[in-house]
């Protein structure tokens, strides 16, 4: 096999712009564009609304082109398993060529970007989320240990201390409270997903937990990193970033989330399959639903904070 | 004046090239917009430069 037929091996039409914008992943970039604005917001210092905008896009531009990169690098994986066959290059609609210029020059280009519209430290934690997502967790953790998903899991959880990081130039406990948010809640959220996605991760040689493990202790490992986020997320309330919105919120939906835990955990695979994993589902749904309340929590405060309400 | 018909392939990328000439478009309008930003609040003033630095 020439190297040209290894480029285009997936190339079979004319790619349009939608094309090019799918593989920036724009479902998690919304996630990226929403906890940078919640981390942005939550600071104790005011960004001009044209700064906040322009820094926003271009963090979500960064999310994006490690997004393709990551795509560029997975091709192989990403032809095999059903969820991510209909991306542009197992579609045959971009060359893996075409998506690594993409990811490269929009990682070049957002980390400089933000560097000018806000500060430096926070153009370099976007290029060191960037290079985590593509290098430690992409190229090395993900085909290598059954931890990929929780080491990993850092780079999507780096978005909003680079949005406080807009706003401060700087590090705090807050923004770090918030990457940790995130961080344990990675774990538990994918992998409920493969506990019905089953055989896909399987058949693409990844080794998930519930493939090198078994699924009974993936079932542990959800209520292990549940009962952990549960105790972050409520101890968030008593920082600067929380207040009695925050804690009813982190309350609520922490209580949720363990109970479905412990639901998961006390299932065993022939029950789960006779209603077809609907508690695994319901609960991959209430992560969803989680992570955006929480932060949803935390920006409801820190807009309230700006009329001399909200927080303690 | 006569203008040389259109290859194929301007129909084709019609949609693409579209797509990028708005994204420089907005690029342009951003740059602008952080510009005048930072220009009126007195970001390159030398004394700011210096603290900034």
Redesign the interface.
């Known amino acids: 096999m020439s190297d040209a037929s290894i480029n285009t091996q997936f190339k079979t039409q004319?790619?349009?712009?939608?094309d090019?914008?799918a593989l920036l992943k724009p479902r998690v970039m919304s996630l990226v564009v929403f906890t940078a604005m919640v981390g942005l917001l939550a600071a104790p210092v005011d960004v001009?609304p044209?700064?906040a905008?322009?820094s926003i896009?271009f963090i979500a531009v960064g999310g994006g082109a490690s997004g393709a990169l990551n795509m560029w690098y997975d091709a192989d994986i990403d032809a095999v398993m059903k969820r991510t066959q209909a991306r542009p290059i197992p579609a045959g609609k971009v060359t893996r060529d075409e998506a690594f210029a993409v990811g490269i020059t929009l990682s070049v280009f957002s980390c400089v970007m933000l560097a000018?519209?806000a500060n430096i430290f926070a153009g370099l934690l976007l290029a060191f989320t960037i290079f985590f997502y593509v290098v430690i967790y992409t190229m090395w953790l993900k085909r290598w240990t059954p931890q990929n998903i929780v080491i990993g899991g850092a780079a999507g959880a780096f978005p909003p201390m680079i949005g406080w990081a807009v706003a401060t130039g700087g590090v705090s406990i807050e923004s770090i409270l918030m990457f940790t948010l995130t961080f344990m809640w990675t774990p538990p959220h994918f992998w409920a997903l493969c506990l019905f996605m089953k055989s896909d991760y399987k058949d693409a040689g990844v080794p998930m937990l519930h493939v090198t493990n078994g699924r009974r202790s993936t079932r542990n490992h959800i209520l292990v990193y549940t009962l952990l986020l549960a105790a972050v997320a409520i101890g968030m309330a008593f920082t600067g970033v929380g207040g009695p919105i925050y804690l009813t919120v982190a309350l609520i939906l922490n209580a949720l989330f363990v109970a479905g835990a412990i639901s998961i955990w006390r299932r065993d695979e022939e029950v789960s399959e006779a209603d077809g994993y609907k508690r695994e589902k319901s609960f991959f749904a209430l992560s969803l639903m989680y992570l955006f309340l929480h932060y949803g929590a935390i920006l409801a405060e820190a807009t309230l904070a700006r009329y001399g309400l909200g927080g303690w | 004046m006569s203008f040389r018909e259109d290859h194929e392939l301007h129909g084709?990328?019609f949609?693409?090239n579209?797509?990028?000439a708005l994204t420089l478009v907005v690029f342009i309008g951003?740059v602008f917009?952080?510009t005048?930003?930072?220009v009126t609040?007195g970001d390159y003033e030398p004394e700011n430069a210096r603290i900034q630095n």
């Open positions: 004319e790619a349009g712009f939608g090019y914008f001009h044209m700064v905008f322009a896009l000018l519209a | 084709r990328r949609g693409r579209l797509g990028v951003i917009g952080l005048v930003v930072k609040r």
